[in-house]
């Protein structure tokens, strides 16, 4: 049978520091699945062009290996110059490819620690705490498992990122009516 799973320790009456995991934050929460599914996304379709360019610098580096020797000077030098400019192009597109995925990545993770911090800070001002560490960056090698408040970082954040995209949904339904046009004078 499996392990029954483990709830998460409670945090200590009077602690005054707490852990949370970045990491776990963005693969656990919804807003951080939606961003790494965005960024598949992008991989995916780049890799999808970067594979049909490569189809067909293969079929003309294979035309040019099985016909070159038949072909007259023209038309294999300039076969060769299209395999020449359609190397540089591959070379350039998976430049282009990387730094368009870096650069959504990038934005990404701004928006996503933007909508993230408010939610820490709230926490850390109700948990009375003097600090909060990045599990990953503050070199902690034991402690106690309840200043870990990843799952309930994870919780809240769900919760406003959901209340923040219903709101503007909201918003409309609850715009006020239009002022009555003012009465004639007689």
């Known amino acids: 049978p ?24 963005a693969q656990l929460s919804v807003d951080g699945k939606a961003s790494t ?5 992008l991989i995916t379709r780049k890799q ?5 360019k490569a189809k067909q610098l293969q079929d003309n580096q ?16 300039a076969l ?29 993770q ?12 709230q926490m850390v001002q109700e948990k009375r705490l003097h600090v909060l560490f990045s599990a990953a960056d503050a070199g902690v090698i034991a402690g106690d498992p309840g200043i870990d408040l990843t799952l309930e970082a994870i919780k809240r954040f769900d919760a406003a990122t959901a209340a923040k995209a219903a709101a503007p949904a909201a918003a409309p339904a609850a715009a006020p009516a239009a002022p009555a046009a003012p009465a004639a004078k007689p």
């Open 2 to 25: 499996a392990p029954a799973p483990q709830l998460p320790a409670v945090f200590p009456e009077g602690a005054k520091i707490g852990l949370v995991n970045l990491q776990q934050i």
């Open 37 to 41: 599914a965005r960024v598949q996304a």
């Open 48 to 52: 999808t062009e970067a594979a049909a």
């Open 62 to 77: 294979a035309r040019l290996q099985q016909g070159g020797a038949l072909m007259n000077d023209a038309a294999r030098a």
């Open 80 to 108: 060769e110059k299209e395999i020449e400019r359609q190397t540089v192009e591959a070379q350039r597109f998976e430049q282009d490819a990387q730094a368009e995925v870096t650069e959504l990545q990038t934005q990404l």
């Open 110 to 121: 701004g928006s996503f620690q933007e909508k993230l911090f408010p939610v820490l800070n």
